[in-house]
């Protein structure tokens, strides 16, 4: 059977060249890099290399890079690091109602141990208004932290504005860039970020490593105390082969950004398009214009979410429904609830996303599929049948 898989934003496969690029780091080249032999050298470069390719792809030094475990660690580490490092001059954090739970879980912990955080709004678009962040500072304000792009409805939001509101006030910003990374331009420098929160799986590297980047001069504790790695900030034995497929996938992103963009938009328009002409009441959600070039977040009116995500599995598709978090509960999204979408609604709205693998041919048998299956799923329901939608 053929199988497409459309859910690039949950994980993405390992490239064949960032594989090939890990491999030797296993076997060959194991050396534990803080040892002081000539193995130990070899990783201790192939480390350096990858360090200067994950900087290069979003323009910063390369001593502002930090390894760790993937994103969720660097988003614990930027709101964790930042309220400790900064309590004595206030506990306000500000961020906003559509983040990753690895954002939202570790803004209730500190919520727990004395801070105050607020969480801004967005409009039906999905984006943040800078204003509003500007208008919950106070002078108990810290940190303001903000994800460039939404992993639900791919929402891309205003960071260089955020940024500078957070310069005028002299609070540090961070941003968790996971979906951004080698989706969307990012300049460390000209947005004026200090800290960004970066993972390898989304990004066609392995799993379970990631980075953060730390603007030159920012407050932040120590993440993982141990050993002297990552400048004593996140201490541990380096994973040598995450960091070296890391630095590959880094490397790739960085060389077809423009290919990659340009592909992915026009597949994803393509697929929209289809989904929208050929099955009626249906639904685009978030903004079109400010969107990662791989995401289409659709309403299907009338069904539910989980019975059309069973439906396509059975024909080798996989896509998810919301978020892939949320995907085993039944609490509709936070953030398509933060986008004002009614909760019945919610229960049929599908996330698809495209990446470097999708062909136009996937995107037709996912159509085709898609309008088989939703006639079927609404003949079956009694909403529809009773108010006529067929
Ligand atoms: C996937 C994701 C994370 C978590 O990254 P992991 O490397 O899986 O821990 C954080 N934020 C966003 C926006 C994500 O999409």
Redesign the pocket.
């Known amino acids: 059977m053929k199988q497409v898989y459309l859910d690039y934003?949950a994980t993405t496969p390992v490239k064949k060249e960032v594989l090939d690029t890990m491999l030797p780091y296993y076997t060959d080249v194991f050396g534990n890099p803080s040892s002081l032999y000539s193995i130990a050298e070899e990783s201790k470069a192939a480390i350096d290399t990858a360090r200067k390719n994950v900087a290069n792809l979003i323009n910063a030094n390369t001593n502002e890079i930090f390894f760790t475990a993937?994103?969720?660690?660097s988003?614990n580490w930027a709101l964790k690091g930042v309220a400790d490092a900064l309590k004595d001059k206030g506990n306000h954090i500000i961020t906003t109602s559509i983040e990753?739970h690895?954002i939202l879980h570790t803004a209730e912990y500190l919520e727990k141990h004395g801070c105050e955080v607020t969480y801004v709004g967005v409009g039906k678009d999905g984006r943040v208004n800078p204003q509003d962040i500007e208008n919950a500072i106070t002078d108990k304000t810290i940190l303001i932290s903000v994800?460039f792009v939404n992993?639900e409805v791919g929402s891309i939001q205003p960071i260089e504005e955020i940024a500078k509101i957070a310069k005028k006030y002299g609070v540090v910003f961070h941003t968790?860039a996971?979906?951004a990374l080698g989706n969307v331009p990012i300049d460390v420098k000209a947005m004026d970020i200090d800290l960004l929160?970066m993972?390898a799986?989304?990004i066609y590297g392995p799993k379970g490593i990631?980075a953060m980047y730390i603007k030159k001069g920012t407050k932040i504790t120590n993440f993982v105390h141990g050993g002297g790695q990552e400048a004593k900030h996140r201490a541990g034995t380096e994973n040598l082969p995450g960091i070296v497929g890391f630095g590959k996938a880094a490397e790739i992103a960085k060389n077809n950004l423009e290919e990659h963009i340009e592909n992915s938009t026009k597949l994803r328009d393509y697929l929209i398009e289809q989904i929208t002409t050929k099955i009626p009441h249906t639904k685009v959600n978030g903004s079109m214009e400010h969107r990662h070039p791989g995401n289409a977040n659709i309403s299907f009116e009338f069904v539910e979410g989980e019975a059309l995500l069973l439906m396509l599995n059975s024909k080798g598709i996989y896509v998810s429904t919301g978020s892939a978090c949320s995907s085993k509960s039944l609490t509709p999204s936070h953030v398509l609830m933060a986008l004002g979408i009614p909760v019945e609604v919610i229960h049929g709205t599908l996330r698809f996303t495209i990446g470097d693998f999708t062909t136009r041919e996937d995107i037709d048998y996912v159509v085709d599929n898609l309008v088989e299956i939703v006639t079927k799923l609404r003949e079956l329901s009694p909403i529809s049948a009773e108010k006529g939608w067929k």
Do not use: F, P
């Open positions: 934003s993937g994103g969720s660690e988003d990753h690895a994800m992993n968790d996971v979906q929160s993972s799986h989304k990631g």
